[in-house]
């Protein structure tokens, strides 16, 4: 009996292609046009995976083709799956070749704050056939792009669901109460070190970013277990805006350490720690059902390298995650 390996897959790549056109283009002579066949051709690659499969995909009638229920279900996950033969193709084409193409990556803006510039002037250093694109985003819509396959990398600050999303933990760190220098709160002038508990964030105004933004839903949760309510008084989805808006004592803030690493007036802010501590871990983000090209493994490590120096030039009060190491192809 043969090894179920060895047995041919049950859909062949052209065939189904075919049908995909068909589906897409609604007809067999459009179809043909967009193949550049001939229309009997495409007519018998499509009976070809019906018999195969043992099932009508489609009616062919005056008004062109009309997709069975089956027909349906396999004209969208067969674009899926021509999708990743395509994206197999390009990355075993590059492997073991130098990282060159393009790479698009997602920072939420405490992390695009210090690790943009530095990972652009490495990757342009040590990868000059790299064209590296950094947009900034919250989590959420880091999570959509990569979802949708418009970005191949992205840097989350919550959990992505692990069955579409492989993600490898970056660093956890610690969130501070931020407040202008000549403005501290009634009794943290003379608390050392300074700390500040979680029912002054129902009592003082703050200042941040809105819904959908992860940071807020972090933030909220800590409030929800800590059994009070936000006084937010200013809603700003720029980290700078908000660093700013702190030191100028228009408003007090929650940022992280790394916040401060910028430019900005962070120098007229002083940062208390909450007690009980607020943390929140970041993620290197990719989608699984993309396949990761040597260009997408180099930016990857690079990003790994990157983090773990800047929290030791500039002293962060964070930590590595111990899972962290280089990534590779899976």
């Known amino acids: ?4 390996d060895s047995i041919p897959p049950a859909i062949e790549l052209w065939p189904l292609l075919n049908f995909v056109m068909l589906a897409e283009h609604g007809s067999l002579s459009a179809a043909a046009s967009a193949l550049g066949l001939t229309q009997p051709s495409v007519s018998e690659n499509v009976a070809k995976l019906e018999r195969r499969l ?4 489609a009616t062919r009638g005056p008004r062109g083709a009309v997709l069975t229920e089956a027909g349906r279900m396999l004209a969208t996950r067969g674009k899926d799956l021509i999708s990743q033969a395509n994206s197999l193709a390009e990355a075993v084409r590059e492997f073991g070749a130098d990282p060159s193409g393009r790479v698009t ?24 056939n790299l064209r590296l694109h950094i ?3 919250s ?12 970005y191949d990398l992205g840097c989350i600050f919550e959990q992505a669901n692990p069955s579409t999303f492989e993600a490898v933990p970056l660093m956890s760190e610690e969130i501070f109460f931020a407040a202008a220098t000549d403005d501290l709160p009634a009794g943290a ?11 002054l964030l129902s009592q003082v105004p703050l200042v941040l970013p ?11 949760r800590y409030a929800r277990a800590n059994n009070i309510s936000l006084n937010v008084v200013l809603e700003i989805d720029s980290l700078p805006q908000i660093v700013e808006m702190a030191s100028r004592a228009s408003a007090y803030a929650l940022i992280p350490h790394s916040a401060l690493t910028g430019p900005g007036p962070s120098g007229d802010l002083t940062l208390m720690r909450l007690e009980p501590p607020l943390h929140r871990t970041g993620y290197l983000v990719r989608k699984r059902a993309k396949l990761a090209s040597n260009s997408t493994v180099a930016v990857q490590n690079v990003i790994l390298r990157i983090i773990k120096e800047l929290m030791e030039r500039h002293k962060l009060t964070a930590g590595i995650v111990p899972q962290v190491g280089a990534v590779r192809r899976e």
């Open 139 to 150: 989590s959420g819509h880091i999570l959509d792009w990569l979802e949708s396959e418009k």
């Open 189 to 199: 002038e003379a608390s050392s070190p300074r700390v500040v508990t979680p029912q």
């Open 135 to 137: 947009a900034e985003a």
């Open 1 to 4: 009996m043969p090894d179920s």
């Open 210 to 220: 809105s819904h959908p933004h992860g940071f807020r839903r972090i933030v909220e």
């Open 105 to 128: 990556v997602g920072l939420p803006p405490s992390l695009n704050v210090f690790l943009s510039v530095p990972l652009a002037e490495t990757i342009h250093a040590e990868f000059p």
């Open 54 to 57: 043992q099932v009508q995909l």
